[in-house]
């Protein structure tokens, strides 16, 4: 998920580029900020040079699709920013198995689909903020 998005290109002003001289390190290497803990948040800009930071474990809701469900959404969003065509389609067919399983009754082996999630994730995976308090 994207935590942060900016106008300023940090990676531009870190290496000293002024926007109009830019070589676009960017698309030449990945780069990560690193927090006091040791995690590494991925970095990315678009094509307008606006600066994207990334969470740095995956978000994962399949334990709770059912109850996401019974909100009753007119839709879900997955986030695939950074997964390549082949995880982003494996990934979306996962979880419409699991609504379709729902749907019809059934109770998905939620720890099966997210042993299977876990396989196209390059990193741990964690819930967001959505059972804990933030202030």
Not at 32 to 45: I, W
Not at 71 to 87: C, M, N, Q, V, Y
Request: hydrophobic letters at 35%; aromatic letters at 12%.
């Amino acid at each position: 998920m994207i935590l942060m998005q900016s106008r300023y290109c940090l990676l531009g002003g870190r290496v000293g580029l002024e926007p109009e001289k830019c070589t676009r390190p960017c698309l030449k290497d990945e780069y990560y900020l690193r927090d006091g803990k040791g995690f590494e948040f991925p970095v990315s800009t678009d094509r307008e040079c606006r600066f994207y930071v990334f969470n740095s474990r995956t978000l994962c809701m399949m334990e709770d699709l059912a109850r996401l469900l019974a909100l009753r959404p007119t839709s879900l969003r997955i986030e695939g920013r950074r997964l390549k065509a082949d995880e982003l389609k494996m990934t979306v067919k996962l979880y419409r198995q699991a609504i379709d399983e729902l749907w019809t009754g059934n109770r998905p082996d939620f720890v099966k689909y997210q042993q299977q999630l876990a396989k196209l994730s390059n990193s741990a995976f964690t819930k967001g903020h959505y059972y804990r308090g933030v202030a």
